[in-house]
């Protein structure tokens, strides 16, 4: 099994930004994908951004050019800059794991977008 603790979410002003981050821990296969997702009030989810393990990215429309995903494969941590923030990108966020048959999801961030 795979274990998903994220970090990095909080409060921030338009215009400002933050960085989430995303540690897997457990049985981690040697090619796997790890994405973003977000969640806002009354909303369904949606991804943000995904990265595979040879680093190959794509990201949503809406925070293309304001966010970036990376990822350190040597800690098994995913990382999502956010610059640039906006009142709509208030969610809660979700890291998702997938390797072959499993998909696992961490508990959810929050980011609030204050203008």
């Known amino acids: 099994q795979v274990h998903l603790v994220e970090s990095g979410g909080g409060l921030v002003q338009a215009g400002g930004s933050l960085r989430l981050s995303c540690a897997a821990s457990?049985?981690?296969?040697?090619?796997?994908?790890m994405a973003w997702y977000r969640q806002a009030p009354g909303k369904q989810r949606e991804s943000v951004a995904t990265i595979t393990t040879d680093h190959i990215t794509n990201y949503a429309d809406s925070v293309k050019g304001r966010f970036t995903i990376s990822r350190d494969n040597a800690k098994n941590t995913v990382y999502l800059q956010m610059n640039s923030l906006k009142s709509e990108d208030t969610a809660d966020y979700y890291c998702?794991?997938?390797?072959?048959?499993?998909?696992?999801w961490g508990q959810g961030t929050p980011v609030t977008v204050s203008s």
């Open positions: 998702k794991y997938t390797a072959s048959y499993l998909e696992v």
């Open positions: 457990g049985m981690i296969f040697s090619y796997d994908t």
